[in-house]
């Protein structure tokens, strides 16, 4: 894949457990079925809580097309875009050398389920609708926030929903799919993260009409104990 680093032994091919080859397939088959699936343009959430932020390391897990990863790299940040479909990663780095950002955001073909981000890394890490099924989703959380630097935010956002409900897209997810915010605080050590907010808020009415599903989001906002 041009511009997309495959992980070694992460690549979802690789992955042992309850396998997650048909969220991916599913994923794939999403993007396939159109040029863009997403507005491309960066998620409400993450331009409320990192626009003030200044820019260093950022993980973005679950990328997509590549929105967010490319709002952040045109900050300033250098980004590393992590997803499983391949489909989605070649988009975003299509996009990512169109925009001119090429140099800053590394786009890697991995499974969260097994990928173990580098730990301490990023000043912020961030994660949007990471709806899938998990062999051990509290242990995908524990990842990410391991991967935050002292100092640094993890940002998680999902639908506020239980599955019986579709959410704008026809393929199917897991029942362990879904999570709230307070799901991902419980992973969280109050020691090393002293200050976590969770809450309910609206979603971006413009990605509500686009994808017909308007149920509000379920947000984690929470600071790593430490000095950046
Ligand atoms: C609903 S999309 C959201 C994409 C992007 N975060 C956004 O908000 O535009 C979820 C993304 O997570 C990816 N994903 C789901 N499970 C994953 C896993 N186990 N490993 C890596 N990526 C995964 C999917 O391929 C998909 O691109």
Redo the contacts with the bound molecule.
């Keep these: 894949m041009s511009g997309v680093a495959s992980e070694p032994g992460t690549q979802?091919p690789a992955r042992t457990g309850p396998t997650?080859a048909v969220?991916?397939e599913s994923?794939?088959e999403?993007?396939r079925s159109a040029p863009a699936?997403?507005?491309g343009r960066p998620?409400r959430q993450l331009v409320a809580e990192a626009g003030d932020l200044t820019p260093g390391r950022a993980l973005?897990?679950?990328?997509?097309?590549?929105?967010?990863a490319l709002w952040l790299a045109e900050r300033g940040w250098r980004v590393t875009a992590?997803?499983?479909?391949p489909v989605?990663l070649q988009r975003a780095a299509a996009r990512s050398r169109e925009r001119a950002v090429d140099d800053r955001v590394e786009w890697v073909h991995?499974?969260?389920?097994?990928?173990p981000p580098p730990e301490g890394r990023f000043d912020l890490v961030?994660?949007?609708?990471?709806?899938?099924?998990?062999s051990d989703r509290a242990g995908?959380f524990r990842r990410l926030a391991a991967a935050v630097a002292p100092g640094g935010t993890l940002l998680v956002?999902g639908h506020l929903h239980g599955e019986e409900r579709g959410h704008g897209?026809s393929h199917a997810h897991g029942a362990d799919a879904m999570y709230t915010a307070e799901d991902v605080a419980a992973v969280l050590d109050p020691g090393e993260w002293p200050d976590v907010v969770t809450g309910t808020r609206d979603r971006d009415p413009g990605a509500a009409a686009r994808t017909g599903n308007p149920v509000p989001d379920t947000v984690l906002v929470a600071r790593r104990s430490g000095a950046r």
């Design positions: 979802p997650s969220d991916r994923y794939d999403l993007y699936v997403w507005s998620n973005d897990a679950g990328s997509g097309e590549g929105g967010d992590v997803d499983f479909s989605a991995a499974d969260l389920d097994v990928w961030t994660a949007h609708y990471l709806h899938a099924s998990w995908m956002v897209h």
